[in-house]
């Protein structure tokens, strides 16, 4: 297996969703971050407190953000949702070199109808983003209905680390089951590599 190609340039990752605190963002957040700082110099700021200490991680994750951008050679600032899109603007701004990034999750735009200040606000800034990562073709959809421009929208799924969900000495037993429960799929699959999705 080739090794990871380096990328040239160092990220600064900004999320408010990080462990401990458990959850899908949090989980692709840190699997992205601990990824990519593989292949680059990367910096991280995060949040693993949980909703309850957002508003005052906000403004210090944006004096620190600051910080870093001034001291180092950071070229993008990765931002783990939509949620953080105003201060990825404001950096921006304050900083031209910088390019600015985010996923996008279903809610950063299903909220726009339930919450009117939310469209003036966050997604006034995700339009104004460098690139989004939505997370599905359903999140990049909506995106276009609400006026994000498709040529900053790219879907990225999320995926799976199968490794961390393998067990060989579950195989006899997985089969075992299928024969018993459902024989006449167990023989179509006999042999077969098979993702099961609940």
């Known amino acids: 297996m080739d090794k990871p190609k380096k990328l040239s340039h160092p990220i600064l990752f900004i999320t408010r969703t990080y462990p401990p605190t458990i959850g899908g963002m949090e989980t692709l957040s840190y699997n992205l971050t601990q990824n990519l700082s593989r292949r680059t110099k990367s910096y991280l700021i995060k949040n693993p407190y949980g909703k309850k200490l957002l508003p005052l991680f906000v403004p210090w994750a944006f004096i620190k953000a600051i910080l870093i951008l001034l001291f180092t050679d950071v070229k993008i600032v990765h931002l783990s ?35 009117w200040i939310y469209n ?57 089951l299928w024969q018993k429960y459902f024989p006449a799929v167990a023989e179509k699959i006999r042999g077969k590599f098979t993702i099961l999705s609940l």
């Not at 899109?85 to 996008?104: E, S």
């Open 81 to 115: 949702d939509g949620v953080l899109a105003p201060v990825g603007i404001i950096l921006r701004w304050m900083f031209p070199r910088v390019k600015v990034v985010a996923n996008i999750h279903g809610l950063d735009v299903a909220y726009v109808e339930q919450l």
């Open 120 to 176: 003036y606000t966050n997604m006034w800034a995700i339009r104004r983003l460098d690139k989004i990562f939505a997370v599905s073709q359903e999140v990049a959809d909506t995106c276009t209905r609400y006026d994000i421009p498709t040529k900053i929208v790219m879907v990225i799924p999320n995926g799976t680390n199968a490794r961390e969900f393998y067990n060989p000495g579950m195989k006899n037993e997985i089969n075992t």
